[in-house]
């Protein structure tokens, strides 16, 4: 069974400023996607950005970018130039590729807060 | 095009009582998901559905949940009996498809259910 694992309960930025989000995950899959969600106070989830296993190159989406390194099941979120709006919940998510599983999977969340 | 829309969004039942969750796809969406969050916690998923069809239920409880996605109209969750413990906010997001960038997940607005 896959599992995703996320080691920063809380984080905390000042405006402007770079922060790191850490994510690991299991599995013995080789094809599958990763993506990183975001969820405001509002509660609605908003997809940040997507990875898929067999690229190298690592996502990008503006401020946003990933580290992902397949051999070590990491997938980390970089967030540049933090902006007050980014404060939320963020979530890591792992979803298996083909057949009928659709389903993602999870991580606990980073709640990041960005100060003025 | 309207998004994922899920009603209501906020639902209170007491002990015992059953509770009906809707969840309307995005228009050309045939793929609805099902999660729930606890508080202080990642969404975990309960169930994949297509048209008429049950894909995946691999993470609903064996009892007193079930779930529905008709030709017509919304998909359902029912829960029935309910107890303190299905006290949770509701997802539901729809996606295309289940490969390439079809597997895409938008997420509704949830419905926070509270048990009393």
């Known amino acids: 069974a896959q599992t995703v694992t996320q080691s920063q309960p809380e984080m905390s930025v000042q405006e402007a400023e770079t922060v790191t989000l850490s994510c690991t995950y299991d599995?013995?899959?080789?094809?599958?996607?990763l993506f990183w969600y975001k969820q405001p106070p509002s509660r609605q989830m908003i997809l940040v950005i997507r990875q898929e296993a067999y690229k190298q190159q690592n996502a990008t989406e503006n401020r946003f970018s990933v580290n992902f390194q397949k051999a070590a099941k990491s997938f980390s979120l970089k967030i540049s130039d933090s902006q007050l709006g980014d404060t939320a919940m963020y979530f890591c998510?792992?979803?298996?590729?083909?057949?009928?599983?659709?389903?993602?999977?999870f991580g606990k969340g980073t709640k990041l807060s960005v100060k003025p | 095009n309207a998004g994922v829309m899920q009603n209501p969004r906020h639902l209170v039942r007491r002990r015992g009582q059953e509770a009906r969750l809707r969840c309307s796809p995005m228009?050309?969406?045939?793929?609805v998901y099902w999660y729930r969050q606890l508080p202080e916690e990642g969404l975990k998923f309960m169930v994949y559905?297509?048209?008429?069809?049950?894909?995946?239920e691999s993470g609903m409880p064996k009892e007193r949940f079930s779930a529905e996605f008709p030709k017509e109209g919304p998909s359902i969750l029912r829960i029935q009996q309910v107890v303190r413990g299905d006290s949770a906010a509701y997802f539901c997001a729809s996606s295309l498809g289940t490969g390439g960038s079809y597997n895409e997940q938008f997420f509704g607005p949830g419905t926070r259910l509270t048990v009393l």
């Open positions: 599995t013995s899959e080789n094809n599958y996607y």
């Open positions: 559905l297509q048209k008429e069809n049950i894909i995946d």
């Open positions: 228009k050309g969406h045939s793929h």
């Open positions: 998510a792992f979803m298996k590729y083909g057949g009928s599983q659709g389903n993602l999977i």
